[in-house]
Each structure stands twice: as C-alpha cells, then as structure tokens.
C-alpha cells in the first residue's frame, strides 16, 4: 500500500521539478499546492500504513514547509523555516536513541554544519542571520540523531535532506537568484530523501 502512495507523490514531484523548480516564487497558487501535494502524498501514505507518529508529523510540517517556501517574501521564507525546523526536531526524536554512530561521522555533520559561519552567515540579511542559525541547529540536530540509526533508507534520506538544505541555503543567500540545475537538484534531494524517510521508517527504527 505504502508504494502506491509514494509513486502517486511521484507524479507531482516530477510534474514540479519539471515545470516549476528554480522559478522565482509566484502569486499564484498552482506551483505551490503542486509542490505541497508531493509532500501531502507521502503523508497520507504513512498514516494509512501505520508509519511512526514523529515520521508522519514530521512529513506534515515539511508539506506545510513546502507550501510557505513556494510563496513570495520573507514573511512566507520564515514561516516555511519555522515549519521545516519543527520537522527536523520531529525527525530527531524519532531517530534518538542516545547512541550516534562512529565519532568520526558525527564530527563530520557538525563541521558541514560549523561551516556555514564562513561562508553562509556573512551573506545573511541582519533580520535572518538569528532565524537561520537556529535553523542550521536544529538541522545538526536531525543529522546527529540519524546517526543513531543504522545504515539504510533513513540514513540516506536524512543526508540527501541535508544535501538539499545545503544547495538550497547556497543559493538564495550566495547565489542570490535561482539556479535551474541546482533547483532542480535541491528538489530531487529533498523528496527523495523525505520518500526514504518514510520508506526506511517503515521497516522499524532503532
């Protein structure tokens, strides 16, 4: 039952990478309940296949983060951060389990995260630069917590999230416009790494 869903979730995923990713965020509402519905699919699909409570919850606020992001302004960017970063502490409570993987990869999470102060924080407007940082936290959060898990569909999820995060941050505040390649590649990332959550949450946590 579970793929059902995740292939029907495929179709606006790919109807939005194809038509609407690194298009400037519009007024009208098509691209955004396009882009929402990718995610809404991948909810839907965990609750009727009995996925775990935090994986659900955490989906849902990414479909709302979703929605916020493919809207115009600061106020719609902010709203879409709060949503995603309220999805990331959902995510980090259910991969917890107080025993992360090797030190080396834990180091490694947090030094991709240690670096955005060189070369992300400079490049963000005064008003963000405290909402952004709380953001990068909570994502070190997710990322450390994963390494709870063993190495699987979770695991690779969670670092394709992160990829995603991480093009995504690059070109709205470096790049300072969208670039279609890496638009594309920050969409693919994400759905594909929430559609992996789901998946490998299905099979039991640790």
Do not use: N
């Not at 839907?44 to 996925?51: E, Q, S, Y």
Request: net charge positive; aromatic share 12%.
């Amino acid at each position: 039952m579970l793929i059902f869903f995740i292939l029907a979730a495929a179709i606006p995923a790919l109807v939005y990478l194809w038509r609407h990713a690194g298009q400037p965020a519009q007024a009208a509402q098509g691209p955004a309940l396009i882009k929402t519905a990718a995610t809404a699919l991948l909810v839907l699909g965990g609750l009727v296949a009995g996925a775990p409570w935090l994986i659900v919850a955490g989906l849902a606020l990414g479909a709302l983060g979703d929605y916020a992001l493919a809207r115009p302004g600061d106020r719609a960017f902010l709203a879409g951060m709060v949503a995603f970063g309220l999805g990331h502490l959902a995510y980090a409570a259910a991969f917890w389990t107080g025993h992360p993987g090797p030190w080396w990869a834990v180091a490694l999470v947090l030094a991709l995260v240690g670096s955005t102060e060189g070369w992300l924080a400079p490049r963000v407007p005064p008003a963000l630069v405290l909402p952004v940082r709380v953001y990068i936290g909570l994502i070190a959060m997710m990322g450390v917590a994963a390494l709870c898990q063993p190495a699987g569909p979770v695991l690779a999820g969670v670092v394709m999230f992160l990829a995603s995060d991480t093009l995504l941050a690059w070109e709205k505040f470096v790049a300072r416009a969208p670039v279609r390649a890496v638009s594309w590649a920050v969409w693919a990332l994400y759905w594909g790494g929430q559609a992996l959550i789901l998946w490998g949450a299905m099979g039991g946590l640790s």
